[in-house]
């Protein structure tokens, strides 16, 4: 297997040096002649395409003027490109702005129409212009120059190395319909040019393996690339974007709720407000230690209404049941973990007012504590109520069953 | 490239009659020899300015763009000056290689592949800087009108949304056409090289280009036509650019001169930073008998012209201001060159106005230490220019309650030092490894390099 791979390795390391070696050994390309002034040049080219010759070419360092005439060429088409290029540009734009702005997403911008055309056109312009500009730029390289194409057999030949420094040269190609090599040879001795030279195809000598795209080297340099890339694009987008200082606002300097702080001594990141303070709305409850019978003159200043109850059966649930039972007998869901409250339906709770109740749901008593933070100044009341419906289930007369 | 000589008499766009392969050898010198102290020590000079102003960058995104002098009211500083002043740099090399390519002058050729690489490199600049002043550059990718996770397309109808399209088409167009300049210098190149990494280099850029005739016309009909669509593209650019401003409703912005107004200060500008690097080119690359006295009275013309326009811009700002009967553009104005930042107003009038109008006479155009002091003088203020306009009309809202004052702060003015850190450290590096001239452009342009049609004119060459 080692031996395999490395023949296989000599083999195109013999590829490269074949590519270069001289003279090489293929059929004809074609037979070059150099000039040196743009007049001569210019007179071959006509003579060579009188002669009837079409698969030729002329050589210059730079464009020489009168040079398509003389090698009687068509003119470029290239323009038709560009011109059907901006087309398709402006028209992607106009409807990428249309579609995206006036049907996709609408949204009222300084109350101008969803897709207005006066501002839609500096956009439709600079895409006109790229699109133009990229596609005949891409279509003059590869679609009418047949590019890009290092290995075209004039390359490294002393004929391409004069031609692209100063002189000017014309080639006749095997391939065309006249093309005779002692005829070729002679019509290119009258033209007064000089260094008359053959061009060979080279023929790379690759044994079984014909693409050099199998180079152990070169596939080793892809497989290597393709891994960097890959453990960079991971790192970029999933580790080096998510630290400082790529800050994507979710973590910010300020105080969470529940969250703890140095700033402050006692180590609490949340506040009390300052001592006195009054929220806005909010009555103070004036009854705070005052004897049961006045308290008593405090009336719940909800109607009995289902709703209310309602209500009053959620808050219920929520705030007194642990301890209370959801019936208010005492039974609560703590099992003794809290000591449990006597029961609701007592001959006390019962005779007390509204207002009573509500004081204790409000300052606690004994050992409940008080529910003025957490149990809103309505939902207390119909607490009240949903606690009067509870005793009157639980107290039921017989009477109540008859109907009214 | 092709057109026909006979009908101006000009003076010689190349001194004497140089040979091709001299004309190779002289271009190709500083790609193929060693550079000297004093390239190293400009190299070292405008890395360090570049990595400066790397540091004040890396401090503003870590910190955050707090460490600005930007405020309130002025919310546009120093960050948009910037952007500004290096997209009119920029605009100096789509001129000289499309606009004078299409109105045939050819003296251009000397100059345009520089200039046209120092475009690139001014809006590569350029573009650093709206990507920082929206604090979060990371995220500038959201401009894009491309389906992302916010389910949210861009505002088509907002002038810096028009800005993004423009300037990076601006970049993209200017790329290509700068490109496919090169193309056929890089076969020449790649033929000169015996062997190597750079002839490996060489034939890839070279796209395999074989100066074949039948390739030349196709390549010189698409020169013509991107040189056809850069011309109203590169109008367009700073039309957009002027956009953001005009489009506003802040007065000392709001009007209706700005496109053009905007478009001659960024020519003349351009001009300005295109003479300053190519008058201390031609001197250390010897390229005096390429780059001729001719070339830089031709750019001092063209600065003569731009800098009487944007003269004429200034006055007739005034003028309006005062015709419109609106007191809040007046008080702009009269605070714009009586306020406090006076200074500043009248650098830029000295320096845009003033000083240029020496270029009426010959003799100031033709010598080249007095044409240095101006070109820089003009690059000092058309920066002015675009901080007059910024901070001037920000600085003192309708309500005197919000007037305030912008101080840049050292970040400010590193990033400014680091911008041009990085422009320099670009040329410098083309300099020494691309053809600092077109070769193949000039060749075409040197006495008896073209035809004579001994058949059917008698012209001369």
Known sequence: ?404 | MSFDSTYTKELPLVESKTSFSEIDNVIAAPMESKPGKTWFLLLALSVTMLLFGAVCLGLTFWFGIGLWGNNQPVGWAFDITNFVFWIGIGHAGTLISAILFLLRQRWRTAIARFAEAMTIFAVMTAGIFPLIHVGRPWLAGYLLPYPNQNNVWPNFYSPLMWDVFAVSTYLTVSFVFWYIGLVPDFATLRDRTKAGIKKALFTILSLGWRNSNRHWQHYERTYLILAGLSTPLVLSVHTIVSFDFAVSVIPGWHTTIFPPYFVAGAVFSGFGMVSTVLIFVRKVFHMEHIITVNHLEKMNKILLATGSIVGYAYAMEFFIAWYSGNPFEMFVFINRAFGPYAWAYWTMISCNVIFPQLFWFKKIRRAIPVTLVIVILVNVGMWFERFVIIVTSLHRDFLPSSWGMFVPTLYDTGILIGSFGLFFTLVLLFARTLPVISIAEIKAVVPGAQPTHKHHTNGQH
């Open chain 1, 1 to 404: 297997m080692a031996i395999k791979i490395k023949e296989f390795i000599n083999r195109l390391k013999e590829y490269n040096t074949t590519w270069k070696t001289e003279p090489r050994s293929g059929q004809l390309h074609s037979i070059s002649v150099l000039f040196d002034t743009p007049d001569q040049i210019i007179e071959a080219a006509k003579a060579t395409a009188n002669a009837g010759y079409k698969k030729f070419d002329v050589f210059t360092p730079y464009p020489v003027h009168g040079m398509d005439e003389a090698m009687k060429m068509k003119e470029s088409k290239i323009g038709w490109i560009a011109l059907l290029a901006g087309i398709t540009g402006a028209i992607t734009a106009l409807l990428m702005i249309g579609w995206m702005g006036g049907i996709d997403y609408k949204n009222i911008i300084g109350g101008k129409p969803f897709f207005a055309l006066p501002g839609s056109i500096p956009i439709t312009f600079e895409l006109t212009v790229l699109f133009s500009a990229l596609v005949t730029t891409a279509a003059m390289v590869a679609l009418f120059n047949k590019l890009p194409w290092t290995s075209n057999p004039l390359h490294e030949t002393p004929f391409m190395k004069s031609v692209t420094s100063d002189k000017f040269g014309l080639v006749i190609e095997a391939a065309d319909k006249h093309f005779d090599e002692r005829n070729v040879e002679n019509f290119l001795g009258q033209l007064h040019g000089h260094s008359i030279e053959k061009v060979y195809y080279p023929i790379p000598d690759v044994g079984k393996t014909k693409t050099p795209v199998f180079d152990l080297k070169f596939m080793g340099v892809i497989a290597v690339t393709a891994i960097l890339t890959a453990i960079a694009s991971y790192a970029v987008l999933n580790k080096v974007l998510y630290t400082q200082p790529f800050n994507w606002m979710w973590e910010q300097p300020r105080l969470n709720p529940q969250a703890q702080s140095n700033f402050f001594g006692d180590g609490f990141g949340m506040r009390m407000p300052v001592e006195g303070t009054v929220a806005r709305g909010f009555i103070p409850y004036e009854y705070k230690g005052m004897p049961d019978s006045v308290i008593k003159l405090l009336a719940n200043p909800l109607a009995l209404t289902e709703e209310v109850i309602q209500r009053g059966k959620v808050k219920f649930d929520i705030f007194c049941s642990p301890c209370h039972g959801y019936y208010g007998q005492g039974d609560g869901r703590l099992k003794g973990q809290f000591p449990n409250p006597p029961t609701l339906h007592s001959e006390k709770v019962r005779n007390w007012q509204d207002g009573n109740i509500y004081n204790v749901i409000t300052n606690g008593q004994n050992v409940m504590p008080a529910y003025d933070k957490s149990v809103a100044r309505e939902d207390r009341w119909a607490i009240i109520h949903y606690i009067r419906v509870l005793q009157r289930s639980q107290n039921a007369k017989d009477t109540d069953l008859e109907g009214k």
